[in-house]
């Protein structure tokens, strides 16, 4: 009789186990959408700004100015030059003697509007952009840690199985963190991680043309190569998180 309530008890202890293993799981793969999600619009950003300020140089534009490492501002042409408010009033005086219409936003018969994204989206826009994604990469990798080292302790407590694919996910995803953090904010500039401040993109990005063939290799390698690496890494955690949950069903005998 004692054996019996010994197998029901086992049998209870690891229903318990399984339907907690249930909720980190589902937990972990959400998060593990949005990192990936992050890191997406975090690329999107970088190239957005590099390919946009890079083709602005030379031209009459908004500039962006770095202030310090996490705040820039956006300077107009007539800020940077005291004689721009002159030579746009003496232009402007030219053509409405000569009668000539200026508007870059007019739209010639049979002829579709196109759509100017500068009208819409500005650096400014982009750069509180790359702030706010990158406050959410990190809260969310700590998050995807703490689910797989829960889910390794159950599988622990519970003998649910698959322990060397758990372990493995365990030490990628503190892999992951470690590279993802920002080190270069606390460390200084000989060490960087993924995430990155706005204010290190567009130092970057200003530095970029006076830059060696191998510097601008560097700038590659930081601001896409970097997140590239980190996201083949939380790739390879998810991977054995998955083979863990199908050796826990094998032992088990569910499937």
Same mark, same amino acid.
């Given at each position: 009789?004692?054996?019996?309530?010994? &197998?029901?008890?086992?049998?209870?202890?690891?229903?318990?186990?399984?339907?907690?293993?249930?909720?980190?799981?589902?937990?972990?793969?959400?998060?593990?959408?949005?990192?990936?999600?992050?890191?997406?619009?975090?690329?999107?950003?970088?190239?957005?700004?590099?390919?946009?300020?890079?083709?602005?140089?030379?031209?009459?534009?908004?500039?962006?100015?770095?202030?310090?490492? &996490?705040?820039?501002?956006?300077?107009?042409?007539?800020?940077?030059?005291?004689?721009?408010?002159?030579?746009?009033?003496?232009?402007?005086?030219?053509?409405?003697?000569?009668?000539?219409?200026?508007?870059?936003?007019?739209?010639?018969?049979?002829?579709?509007?196109?759509?100017?994204?500068?009208?819409?989206?500005?650096?400014?826009?982009?750069?509180?952009?790359?702030?706010?994604?990158?406050?959410?990469?990190?809260?969310?990798?700590?998050?995807?840690?703490?689910?797989?080292?829960?889910?390794?302790?159950?599988?622990?407590?519970?003998?649910?199985?698959?322990?060397?694919?758990?372990?493995?996910?365990?030490?990628?995803?503190?892999?992951?963190?470690?590279?993802?953090?920002?080190?270069?904010?606390?460390?200084?500039?000989?060490?960087?991680?993924?995430?990155?401040?706005?204010?290190?993109?567009?130092?970057?990005?200003?530095?970029?043309?006076?830059?060696?063939?191998?510097?601008?290799?560097?700038?590659?390698?930081?601001?896409?190569?970097?997140?590239?690496?980190?996201?083949?890494?939380?790739?390879?955690?998810?991977?054995?998180?998955?083979?863990?949950?199908?050796?826990?069903?094998?032992?088990?005998?569910?499937?």
């Amino acid at each position: 009789m004692s054996a019996e309530h010994e &197998n029901d008890r086992d049998l209870v202890n690891t229903t318990d186990c399984l339907e907690a293993v249930s909720v980190f799981r589902s937990w972990k793969n959400l998060f593990f959408v949005l990192i990936v999600l992050c890191l997406l619009v975090l690329q999107l950003c970088f190239w957005t700004l590099h390919v946009d300020l890079l083709s602005d140089k030379g031209e009459e534009s908004t500039m962006v100015v770095l202030e310090d490492s &996490n705040s820039v501002r956006q300077i107009t042409p007539i800020e940077t030059d005291p004689d721009a408010p002159e030579i746009a009033e003496t232009a402007r005086q030219v053509t409405a003697d000569a009668n000539i219409p200026v508007d870059p936003n007019a739209v010639v018969a049979g002829e579709k509007p196109k759509l100017n994204l500068r009208e819409v989206l500005e650096v400014v826009h982009i750069l509180w952009t790359i702030r706010t994604v990158s406050f959410l990469a990190i809260l969310l990798a700590i998050m995807y840690c703490l689910t797989i080292l829960f889910a390794f302790k159950i599988s622990l407590v519970g003998r649910l199985g698959g322990i060397n694919h758990i372990a493995r996910a365990l030490v990628l995803s503190g892999i992951f963190l470690v590279l993802i953090l920002p080190w270069q904010e606390v460390l200084g500039w000989f060490t960087a991680g993924a995430i990155y401040a706005p204010g290190d993109l567009i130092e970057a990005i200003g530095k970029y043309e006076s830059s060696k063939v191998l510097g601008q290799a560097f700038y590659y390698v930081r601001f896409t190569g970097y997140q590239m690496l980190v996201l083949a890494v939380l790739f390879f955690a998810q991977l054995r998180t998955r083979k863990w949950s199908g050796a826990t069903l094998r032992r088990l005998e569910i499937v």
